[in-house]
């Protein structure tokens, strides 16, 4: 079964960093994407960060550009979301998610993602 685990949230000030891991299991696809969304209250789900794991092309929403880094560690099947300079607008519910065939730009769209795994928090204090 596909399984994707994310991990890493947390209560920040503003300002400061976290880097959010989702650990990925169960698949063995080859041009795959995985987006990370968050979600905060009242709010729609937001793609803010995918990267295409078969050419490591990665995108960024505007919310979030030049703030927050996705990398991908193959050999341990983790992509990881390095958030920096972080602002209490970035408080929400954060998912990781798989789309099993990605295409250019694709990944950061959450009705393209194929599987879920369950959400961390995070909370930025003022």
């Known amino acids: 079964d596909v399984q994707l685990q994310a991990s890493g949230g947390g209560l920040v000030q503003t300002g400061g960093s976290l880097r959010l891991s989702c650990a990925a299991s169960g698949f063995t696809f080859d041009d795959y994407g995985i987006g990370w969304f968050r979600q905060a209250p009242g709010k729609e789900r937001e793609g803010i960060s995918c990267i295409s794991v078969g050419d490591g092309s990665t995108y960024y929403a505007d919310s979030v550009q030049g703030r927050f880094t996705i990398s991908s560690d193959s050999a341990k099947n983790t992509v990881y979301l390095q958030m920096n300079s972080l602002k209490p607008e970035d408080t929400a519910v954060y998912y990781c998610?798989?789309?099993?065939?990605?295409?250019?730009?694709?990944?950061?769209?959450?009705?393209?993602?194929?599987?879920w795994g369950k959400g961390t928090q995070v909370t930025v204090s003022s």
């Open positions: 998610a798989v789309e099993v065939i990605a295409t250019t730009g694709s990944c950061i769209y959450y009705s393209n993602m194929d599987y």
